[in-house]
């Protein structure tokens, strides 16, 4: 589901030309700062009714910050995995996939509550039908995620914390961080690419699902080490823009799938749980495989727009900029030894 974002200061910033592992540590903490930050609503015994905040966004907020901060974890892995234990890192995706439960049920009822275009009546009555279930999931998903959160999290923070606290590095490895992300994000060019040529028909479930997580972190570190210049925020939107449609579709195909077994006719007897007429679920199959179909329509232009191959071309030099900023930054340290003044921020890297 597609949400307006205020735009934060990429986290690298200024730290592409550090050591690359303390730069590593650096921008993890800022994640986990985010993240502490968003678990605050979410760190209080559950309301007697938690169906009540489904409107609200204290659970996306807390599953992006998650997200973004795990992403992280991921792509410098090879600079944190010493310094994170495997177990912590586990109980953080725990954490993340019990965050992921509820807003998924919450995505799920804002999808059937406010459609894109007006359901017809039968639609409707199936639509309103299969939200309430989702609004139950929901809650019991709500309540279990404040729980987790009010006796885990706080723990679970701390430890990490803590270990990604500034410490001398037993490593005298040269390497900055801007050299370090530069195969990093080549690497992840290269499979958001492939994911996305994937793409054929929109009932590739699977194909699509996974292009769309391809995208999102690919966006997620772009935004790490962006210095915002007008041709790296393009190349933003457009990810953003990806991550929206695929992610309108895969909605569609959940909705579908929900949809498969009640669309079985039965022989004889009432509908079960006050299920609605079959010819209302069929209508309301119809109306989800339009949007469905919109939503593909959708990703497909933004693929073959020119804004799109503005923002790829933006995207694949990125990696020779990295390199680019941290070569600079050797020569510069053996021309001049280094000095007490503080480090000049990175020049920008993204556009032209």
């Not at 409107?55 to 907020?61: F, I, K, L, P, R």
């Not at 995620?145 to 885990?152: I, S």
């Not at 990490?160 to 500034?166: D, N, T, V, Y």
């Not at 509908?271 to 007429?277: E, I, L, S, T």
């Amino acid at each position: 589901m597609k949400t307006t974002k205020r735009r934060r200061t990429p986290e690298a910033r200024g730290l592409l030309s550090q050591p690359a592992r303390a730069a590593a540590r650096a921008v993890a903490r800022q994640r986990l700062e985010r993240a502490m930050e968003k678990a605050a609503p979410l760190a209080v015994p559950a309301s007697a009714d938690a169906a009540s905040t489904i409107g609200n966004e204290e659970v996306h907020d807390f599953r992006v910050a998650l997200r973004r901060l795990r992403s992280w974890i991921r792509a410098a892995s090879d600079l944190l995995d010493d310094d994170l234990p495997r177990r912590k890192q586990v109980a953080l995706r725990r954490l993340a996939r019990r965050a992921g439960a509820a807003r998924d049920a919450q995505v799920e009822w804002q999808w059937l509550t406010a459609p894109g275009e007006p359901f017809s009546a039968p639609a409707a009555r199936a639509a309103q039908w299969l939200a309430g279930r989702r609004l139950a999931i929901y809650a019991v998903e709500r309540e279990r995620l404040q729980e987790r959160v009010a006796d885990r999290w706080p723990a679970l923070a701390a430890a990490l914390a803590g270990a990604l606290a500034s410490s001398g590095d037993a490593s005298a490895s040269p390497e900055t961080l801007g050299a370090h992300l530069s195969s990093v994000l080549a690497h992840h060019l290269a499979s958001a690419h492939a994911a996305l040529e994937r793409i054929e028909h929109r009932t590739q479930v699977a194909i699509i699902h996974r292009a769309r997580i391809k995208v999102k972190r690919l966006r997620y570190l772009v935004e790490a080490v962006d210095a915002q210049t007008p041709a790296g925020e393009r190349a933003l939107r457009v990810l953003r823009g990806l991550q929206d449609t695929l992610g309108e579709l895969h909605d569609a195909h959940v909705i579908t799938l929900q949809l498969a077994p009640l669309l079985v006719p039965r022989r004889r007897g009432r509908a079960p749980d006050g299920r609605p007429a079959l010819r209302d679920l069929r209508a309301l199959r119809a109306a989800v495989r339009r949007r469905e179909l919109a939503a593909f329509r959708g990703a497909l232009d933004l693929l073959g727009s020119r804004s799109a191959t503005a923002a790829w071309r933006v995207l694949d030099r990125l990696p020779a900029r990295l390199a680019a900023v941290a070569a600079a930054h050797g020569r510069s340290r053996c021309a001049n030894p280094p000095i007490a003044n503080p480090p000049i921020a990175n020049p920008p890297i993204a556009g032209e």
